[in-house]
């Protein structure tokens, strides 16, 4: 892999929500409220081939969030959601010819929506969750530990 797309990853995962949380996270401190919630991935845990890059800007992302849990306004709750295989727009056509082996591997014999993720955020940022702080949420279908099957699928078609 070429130095530079290692160092897009960085900008693209880990830089771009560092600037957000600092930018949000003055006026949450100052209200005395609020709710910040990252989108990381299961590969920042589980090891996926092909995915180096990727994985170690996310695990940034999560180490992120557990240091900003505790560096922030305690009134202001940090957390994370890690998705798993999950279907979008852009990915479809990566994802398209292994779905059902995909699917296969999860419990739910399914692979995620952005439905899903969006449901998990929304509990941490409901008063739900109001004693869940310094969390990272697998949200993975129950196929944690398929990840590295998963990620050499995928490689294989990259």
Known sequence: MP??????????????????SQAVSKYMIEQKSGCVINISTRE??????GLSAYAASKA????????????LDPSVRVNAVLPGAVVTETNAPIF???????????????????????????YLASPASGWVISRLSPIDGGAEWSHHVMGAMVKDLL
């Open 3 to 20: 130095r530079s797309t290692f160092e897009a990853d960085i900008r693209h995962n880990l830089t771009r929500i560092f600037i957000c």
């Open 60 to 71: 940034g992302v999560n180490s992120l969030t557990l240091t900003l849990a505790w560096e």
């Open 44 to 49: 920042s845990q589980v090891p996926a081939m």
């Open 96 to 122: 398209e010819p292994i779905k059902d082996q995909l699917a296969e591997l999860s419990p739910l014999n399914r692979l995620g929506t952005p439905e899903d993720i969006a449901l998990a955020a929304l």
